[in-house]
């Protein structure tokens, strides 16, 4: 199997278990919201390895993994930056409070996030600014994801909230804090990973298609998963007008780059004499 193959084959996995989510309950769902992240956090750092090589992949776990970690051990010991929360015990083992699935979640999306931001970055203009315009798309593009992951996780009863407010609407049980605290770190974590993981995680090419759809998979399919199977239709909104921020410039450009694409190979076509182009 091909180094390709290899990340295509995880997402597919990966999309199975997402599709089998809603259809269950209880410690079912609990254990496959774990494998689920377990799939996530080995994709992104395989592809991280794959496709850029060893440095890459552990500037990945150094800064999305331990990052995680830590601000997630602040957050449960002090409340901050997020607020004050705790842990249930559904989601596995814990060290400091924390459960070690967590910082895992926020890898598994630290990745393609990034890959978005640079596909979206590329061209002309000052090197300075396109650093700037990468890491905000970035940032934004994985702290919008909580728009979707925090409402679900609350209401499975995987964390809860000591106090709650102010609550963005529709969404009561998580302050704004919380929102806020991810996005600060988001920005850390994205200005980090690029100086580590070196010179080639600015580019973007074939090796990063399932990275990207993995990106767009996560926004449409959450979108349709809260809105239609969870019941959680104001999260839907919310986290459709958050991820759009990325995901949807994201989406046009790829269409307009393979619309390009079609076009160029018609154009290309060898000419085969005795048929009319008119029929």
């Given at each position: 199997?091909?180094?390709?193959?290899?990340?295509?084959?995880?997402?597919?996995?990966?999309?199975?278990?997402?599709?089998?989510?809603?259809?269950?309950?209880?410690?079912?769902?609990a254990?496959?919201?774990?494998?689920?992240?377990?799939?996530?956090?080995?994709?992104?750092?395989?592809?991280?390895?794959?496709s850029?090589?060893?440095?890459?992949?552990?500037?990945?776990?150094?800064?999305a993994?331990?990052?995680?970690?830590?601000?997630?051990?602040?957050?449960?010991?002090?409340?901050?930056?997020?607020?004050?929360?705790?842990?249930?015990?559904?989601?596995?083992?814990?060290?400091?409070?924390?459960?070690?699935?967590?910082?895992?979640?926020?890898?598994?999306?630290?990745?393609?996030?990034?890959?978005?931001?640079?596909?979206?970055?590329?061209?002309?203009?000052?090197?300075?600014?396109?650093?700037?315009?990468?890491i905000?798309?970035?940032?934004?593009?994985?702290?919008?994801?909580?728009?979707?992951?925090?409402?679900?996780?609350?209401?499975?009863?995987?964390?809860?909230?000591?106090?709650?407010?102010?609550?963005?609407?529709?969404?009561?049980?998580?302050?704004?804090?919380?929102?806020?605290?991810?996005?600060?770190?988001?920005?850390?974590?994205?200005?980090?990973?690029?100086?580590?993981?070196?010179?080639?995680?600015?580019?973007?090419?074939?090796?990063?298609?399932?990275?990207?759809?993995?990106?767009?998979?996560?926004?449409?399919?959450?979108?349709?998963?809260?809105?239609?199977?969870?019941?959680?239709?104001?999260?839907?909104?919310?986290?459709?007008?958050?991820?759009?921020?990325?995901?949807?410039?994201?989406?046009?450009?790829?269409?307009?780059?393979?619309?390009?694409?079609?076009?160029?190979r018609?154009?290309?076509?060898?000419?085969?004499?005795?048929?009319?182009?008119?029929?």
């Amino acid at each position: 199997m091909t180094r390709r193959g290899i990340s295509w084959t995880l997402l597919a996995v990966l999309v199975l278990a997402q599709i089998c989510y809603p259809l269950t309950t209880g410690a079912t769902r609990a254990g496959l919201t774990v494998a689920t992240v377990v799939l996530g956090w080995l994709l992104s750092v395989g592809h991280a390895l794959l496709s850029r090589g060893p440095r890459a992949a552990v500037a990945l776990v150094a800064v999305a993994t331990g990052g995680g970690f830590a601000i997630e051990a602040i957050g449960v010991a002090t409340g901050v930056p997020f607020g004050s929360y705790d842990y249930s015990g559904e989601l596995g083992p814990k060290l400091a409070g924390v459960p070690l699935i967590i910082p895992l979640a926020w890898t598994w999306m630290a990745w393609p996030a990034w890959l978005a931001a640079v596909r979206l970055t590329g061209g002309t203009g000052s090197p300075t600014i396109r650093r700037v315009h990468r890491i905000t798309l970035a940032a934004l593009g994985l702290a919008a994801w909580d728009l979707f992951l925090d409402p679900q996780m609350v209401a499975e009863g995987y964390w809860v909230w000591r106090d709650a407010t102010p609550a963005l609407p529709g969404l009561p049980g998580i302050p704004v804090s919380n929102y806020l605290g991810w996005l600060l770190f988001a920005v850390l974590l994205m200005s980090a990973l690029r100086p580590l993981a070196g010179p080639d995680a600015e580019r973007t090419d074939h090796r990063d298609h399932p990275m990207i759809a993995l990106y767009l998979w996560t926004y449409f399919s959450s979108i349709l998963a809260h809105a239609v199977f969870l019941d959680l239709p104001a999260s839907a909104l919310w986290g459709a007008a958050g991820m759009s921020v990325t995901a949807v410039p994201l989406a046009v450009i790829l269409l307009r780059a393979r619309r390009a694409s079609d076009a160029h190979r018609e154009s290309h076509q060898p000419h085969r004499p005795g048929v009319d182009a008119t029929r």
